[in-house]
DNA sequence: CGACGTATTGATAGACATCAATACCAGTGG
DNA sequence: CCACTGGTATTGATGTCTATCAATACGTCG
């Protein structure tokens, strides 16, 4: 039997937005990737660190975080199978941020000179990775503008929006339902709230049945139903085909 | 006399981040631009279009705006002279948002297949644009940051640091004096909240004297002091100098 | 001078934070 | 098997921040 490849969930990523070519599927695959596994909580790429090597979600979640003077938290991003969290590394001197596990993951490394020695031999395949750090910058808009603009439930359901039609792209998702490891407080961190409105936002949602959420299994009924009442408008991933909804 | 280059703030951003050889200087300097002037308030990037153009901001104020439903606006970005504005839509089908002109602007546009040319002769120069839009990145996770979890005064603090920073790179500040040429309309879209209330925060800074704003001109005659009551800290700005404050 | 957009002020309501307690739940050791 | 423990979730009460509504003032332009 053949052994799944690390990039599976990648390729789909990536092939959800470009076409692929084999060779340049093969080019990624050969690249010396050193596998890593993360436990929950570890933080694997430290604030005002400088790295030499970019990184890329095998399995589970992780997280861009920020932390301030007063111990409060800010996640900014949250990466799932297939994201290429750490391109950044290979254009910036010194993370602003840390990149946290949010379940144990399994990370896949590649320093920059193999990255740079790839560009030279295949420079298209620089715009290729350049696409996948262009739409994480479309999501931290959409963050934005949740943050600045909805409600608090709201901006959860958005939140639930984006995830859904994103696993779902990695084939992460079943009848609506996907994996989401994350406690409230994390949730809060995310959304920036506290987190006792964090728990009653959610049990709005649970109330009006927009959301079932048990342990960190979420279930989304009526993927249409949710997305009006979050404003969630796919546009900005960027995707080939958008999904109706969850498969 | 000679004209000075539309590029000149450009350059001034990419060398304060990176060195840039006469030729790669050159080879921007040789790109089909073509100039356009926009008044303020000029939608130049329409929401949902695909375009074939990218914008790159030769003077004024630009801004990037998401509206909702209801009417609303949250803007995600301010764009200054030597911003790149809009090499997204190299990657992206359609914009998720609009570009806007928050002064009358002088724009330079050029088209993705004079762009994609560049980058086939030259491959190193879409690592060195790459890198443009990675630090948008970065800047707008900060917004993030400053969304989620400072206070009203405290966040338009840290947008006058970000913006007094990098205005000073392309050498539009004198002695902590800058223009910031928008309503508090325009501001409060920024921040996220109503216009009242920017008020009332902009009032807060200037009954602190952390802040002078008289019409379209701002001051911030104690630079460290207002970083600090902002926990502004300039990494994500990923300039090779940190000024130590204003000029 | 009048008109319009913008800024400012006051009063009130709503959203969200904070504090403090209680409930739940998986894991541990007796 | 069960009590204990520590983390997480939930609930209630209260306070603060921010939104909204409604005036009024200011400033530029015709």
Redesign the pocket.
């Known amino acids: 039997m053949i052994r799944e490849s690390i990039l599976a969930p990648f390729l789909l990523s990536l092939r959800a937005r470009d076409s692929v070519s084999p060779e340049d599927a093969a080019r990624l695959e050969a690249l010396p990737w050193r596998l890593r596994d993360a436990k929950a ?1 570890e933080e694997f790429i430290l604030e005002g660190s400088q790295t030499h090597d970019s990184c890329l979600v095998v399995s589970g979640y992780a997280t861009r975080i920020r932390h301030l003077s007063d111990g ?1 938290r800010q996640l900014t991003a949250v990466h799932i199978a297939g994201d290429f969290v750490d391109l950044h590394s290979l254009h910036l001197n010194r993370m602003d941020h840390a990149v946290t596990a949010l379940s144990s993951c399994r990370l896949a490394f590649v320093s920059h000179s193999a990255l740079l020695d790839m560009f030279e031999a295949a420079p298209h395949m620089a715009l290729l990775l350049w696409k996948t750090t262009v739409i994480d910058a479309a999501i931290q808009r959409a963050w934005i503008v949740c943050l600045g603009r ?4 709201k ?1 959860l359901a958005h939140l639930l929006c984006e995830l859904c039609i994103r696993l779902s792209v990695i084939e992460q998702t079943r009848n609506g339902t996907f994996d989401f490891p ?7 961190d995310m959304l ?12 709005e949602l ?1 109330a009006t049945e927009l959301v079932v ?1 048990n ?1 960190n299994r979420v279930t989304i009924p009526d993927f249409a139903k949710l997305a009006d009442y979050a404003e969630f408008d796919p546009t900005y991933l960027n995707l080939k085909n958008i999904p109706a909804g969850p498969n």
């Not at 994350?182 to 809060?188: H, I, M, N």
């Not at 920036?192 to 049990?203: A, D, K, M, P």
Request: cysteine-free.
């Open positions: 909580d409060r909805l409600s608090a439930p901006h994350v406690t409230q407080q994390e949730l809060a920036g709230l506290s987190i006792v409105h964090t728990n009653r936002s959610l049990q649970r959420w342990r």
